[in-house]
């Protein structure tokens, strides 16, 4: 394969198509991302209840550090359509997109993403439970989990041992990241761990937990993020990562190895 030099295992700093569209046609191996989730616009009033409830100390109530996450919706998923599509070019025949998102009622209706990733091969569904917060809305119980939709070309298999995880995971949120909306190491852990991909593309790379834990396992990265200060934030991060590790890859292994005998014996 050839790889797209000038971007491997750099932290790109612009929108994310713009610069997704100069890297060569099927030169990545794996798209990992979770995009902001257009929160603010939302028939809920935002991220307010007026009460100064869950959200009160939020940092997303401000939006994102260059983007305020408050686009009409049709808007919003049309981006994020063109996103995948150019994900979807630049991953070769074996790869694949984990893309993470949010359902939530909108005037009274889920509202389950179909209208971004209809028409795109999604394989499957990977539920990531979390811990959840406060629920005002008497119409509906309180949700505790996020979705990952494994978007993957024809020839997509998973590393030796990995399909022994099942499609519900438990992770906790990253509480000590001072990024509005991080992911937790574990789950990207998880991700990348289970594929053979050698470079991961995140185009919203946000805090720089996916090139942490891609750099972590062997493997190479590509970031882009369009705030120029997430971006020093993902570079600074890897800088201290190469001397006081967030991820033990051989730990990670034997787990998947522990985990793996186990379904066996069952």
């Not at 996103?83 to 893309?99: H, P, Q, S, T, W």
Request: net charge neutral; charged share 25%.
């Amino acid at each position: 394969m050839k790889y797209p030099k000038d971007f491997i295992n750099k932290i790109i700093p612009g929108d994310c198509i713009d610069v997704m569209k100069q890297i060569p046609d099927g030169s990545v191996d794996l798209v990992v991302t979770s995009p902001p989730y257009n929160l603010k616009n939302s028939t809920g009033n935002g991220m307010k209840d007026g009460r100064g409830g869950k959200w009160a100390n939020a940092a997303l109530v401000n939006g994102y550090d260059t983007y305020d996450d408050c686009m009409p919706h049709d808007e919003y998923a049309k981006w994020q359509q063109s996103c995948l599509k150019e994900a979807m070019r630049v991953i070769n025949d074996n790869g694949a997109i984990f893309y993470n998102h949010k359902w939530r009622v909108q005037d009274g209706l889920l509202q389950d993403r179909q209208d971004i990733v209809s028409g795109f091969p999604v394989r499957q569904i990977i539920i990531w439970r979390r811990k959840g917060g406060i629920n005002f809305n008497a119409g509906y119980f309180l949700p505790t989990y996020e979705v990952i939709y494994l978007i993957a070309k024809k020839n997509f298999k998973l590393a030796s041992k990995a399909n022994a995880h099942g499609d519900v995971w438990e992770f906790m949120q990253d509480m000590n990241n001072p990024h509005p909306a991080p992911f937790p190491v574990e789950l990207i852990e998880r991700i990348i761990g289970s594929t053979n991909a050698e470079v991961i593309l995140d185009p919203f790379m946000g805090s720089g937990t996916t090139a942490v834990v891609a750099k972590a396992l062997g493997r190479k990265y590509i970031g882009i993020d369009i705030s120029p200060e997430y971006c020093k934030m993902a570079e600074e991060r890897i800088a201290r990562n190469g001397k006081h590790r967030e991820v033990e890859p051989q730990q990670q292994t034997a787990q998947m190895d522990l985990h793996y005998e186990l379904q066996q014996v069952v």
